[in-house]
């Protein structure tokens, strides 16, 4: 079985500060992690993802995370924030190979505010 | 970028009308999915297909019904739409070689 967990159902930064949001997932299987994020009345777009090769993984927009085992964590950063990344965020969670319909399961998302 | 699209993008309609949610992608992927949002919550899948004429429930209960006829197009219907039913339903694909899943904009459903 798998679940995600996301620590903070909002987070809000100043603009160009650091952002992190955590997320801590539980899988029997290696996983593999995603993180989406979603603008309003959007759908989601992949930001980056681990498949078990390099542990940080850098995505699109500046963020990256750093997939570590020993912490069952999965975290997303930014070094600096900007007024643009103000979205919800869904860190997901698969078993990959493991499964063959490939099923994600979500994160009950975050929201980031950035303050002017 | 994924090609994924779905129509009407907003949809009002009143209690007992059957409706029909479309998606479709260009990209021949193989899996497609259905979720549910509601405001400011997870989502929740409530129907995949591994393929054409292949469709298996979700984890979460729906009286809604989908099918797979075609690669590109996997539409979900309510035969009789009930205010319960509003929500946002999100739809998306994913390549037989890859995990991630690609998303289309969704339709937010008004039932009143």
């Known amino acids: 079985a798998q679940s995600v967990t996301q620590l903070g159902s909002h987070v809000s930064v100043s603009e160009g500060a650091l952002v992190l949001l955590r997320c801590n997932y539980s899988s029997s299987v290696p996983p593999y992690l995603f993180w989406y994020v979603q603008y309003p009345n959007q759908g989601l777009q992949l930001l980056l993802k681990y498949t078990s090769a390099a542990t940080l993984v850098k995505g699109i927009n500046g963020f990256e995370a750093e997939f570590k085992k020993s912490e069952t964590s999965f975290h997303l950063t930014k070094p600096s924030a900007h007024m643009s990344d103000a979205a919800e965020y869904f860190c997901a969670v698969s078993p990959g190979r493991f499964s063959s319909a490939s099923k994600i399961i979500f994160g009950s998302g975050t929201r980031l505010s950035i303050r002017p | 970028e994924a090609d994924i699209y779905q129509t009407p993008r907003y949809l009002v309609i009143g209690t007992g009308k059957k409706i029909t949610l479309e998606c479709s992608q260009t990209?021949?992927?193989?899996?497609m999915y259905w979720y549910q949002q509601d405001p400011g919550m997870e989502l929740h899948l409530i129907h995949y297909s591994y393929g054409v004429n292949s469709t298996e429930k979700g984890d979460l209960s729906s009286e809604s019904t989908v099918s797979r006829i075609r690669t590109e197009h996997f539409p979900l219907t309510l035969e009789s739409a009930r205010p319960s039913h509003t929500s946002q339903y999100l739809c998306?694909?994913?390549?037989?070689?890859?995990?991630?899943?690609?998303f289309g904009p969704g339709t937010r459903l008004t039932v009143t």
């Open positions: 990209m021949g992927h193989d899996k």
């Open positions: 998306a694909s994913s390549p037989g070689n890859s995990y991630e899943q690609y």
